[in-house]
Nanobody, 124 residues
Framework: QVQLVESGGGLVQAGGSLSLSCEVS????????VGWLRQAPGHEREFVGA????????FIADLVKGRFTISRDTAKNTVSLQMNSLKPEDTARYYC?????????????????WGQGTQVTVSS
């Protein structure tokens, strides 16, 4: 059973930075992608970014490309999301997720493994 535990959320001013971390355990080869989705009140959960565990290939959503980066630490079994130049519209609860492929990561209802989420609030 995959377990995902997020940390690192908080309150930051617009233009600032935050780093989120997801500790991964129980991952198998059928959950080769670990990444992040977010959900703001009144909105659907949306894909932010993911990384392929086997080779470190990153996938970043267009809406955050150039501002967010994703990385993994195989020794610590963690996936990190570095968020720079934050905007108020980045305010959301950010969830770590594990899936088999990018298509599944973009279809939240198909994702089986989720963390509890961590809140990110960006003030203007």
């Amino acid at each position: 059973q995959v377990q995902l535990v997020e940390s690192g959320g908080g309150l930051v001013q617009a233009g600032g930075s935050l780093s989120l971390s997801c500790e991964v355990s129980g991952r198998t080869s059928s959950n080769n992608l670990v990444g992040w989705l977010r959900q703001a009140p009144g909105h659907e959960r949306e894909f932010v970014g993911a990384i392929r565990w086997s080779d470190g290939s990153p996938f970043i959503a267009d809406l955050v490309k150039g501002r967010f980066t994703i990385s993994r630490d195989t020794a610590k079994n963690t996936v990190s999301l570095q968020m720079n130049s934050l905007k108020p519209e980045d305010t959301a609860r950010y969830y770590c997720a594990a899936a088999n492929d990018v298509a599944t990561m973009n279809a939240p209802k198909r994702i089986r493994f989720w963390g509890q989420g961590t809140q990110v609030t960006v003030s203007s």
